[in-house]
């Protein structure tokens, strides 16, 4: 593998400035991710479009559990208006999970927070803003599948 693959990491794609997010805006807010191009190349991903959501969409939230609870079966993932909608957000995983062993990635740049992306910390269930320890179904894969993940914050 040449140097410049092993520069490439997996982003989500809002953080690029891509309007993916569920109200059809991007999180394009920390400069920092969009620098880290002069010398990587970044690749960006939606989950929840990779899981056949459309955008915008209703607001979602896993109930009562994490993603790793998603992925064994033991929680799912609702949005707002109380529809299921785990079974796009294990597809939107498993094809961003795709993208990145194709690619040969091995760190995704995730959004915090997120029920897909977010990564040791997602909102709880509950519509309500409040968080608790965990990550979103795309991260808790690629965890499992020894990619390393961080969010914006950490860069
Ligand atoms: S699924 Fe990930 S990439 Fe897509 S909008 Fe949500 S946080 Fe951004």
Known sequence: ??????????????????????????RYKNKKVIELLKNEILIPVCPEQLGGLKTPRVFQEIQKGTGDDVLDGRSRVKNKAGEDVTRQFIRGAKEALKIAKQYG?????????????????????????????GDGVTAALFKRNAIKVITENDI
């Open 105 to 133: 990635i091995k760190e995704f740049i995730a959004k915090s927070k997120s029920p897909s992306c977010g990564c040791d910390l997602i909102y709880d269930g509950s519509f309500s803003d409040k968080l608790i320890k």
């Open 1 to 26: 593998m040449n140097s410049e693959l092993q520069d490439m990491k997996l982003v989500s794609a809002c953080l690029l400035g891509i309007k993916c997010a569920w109200d059809g805006k991007d």
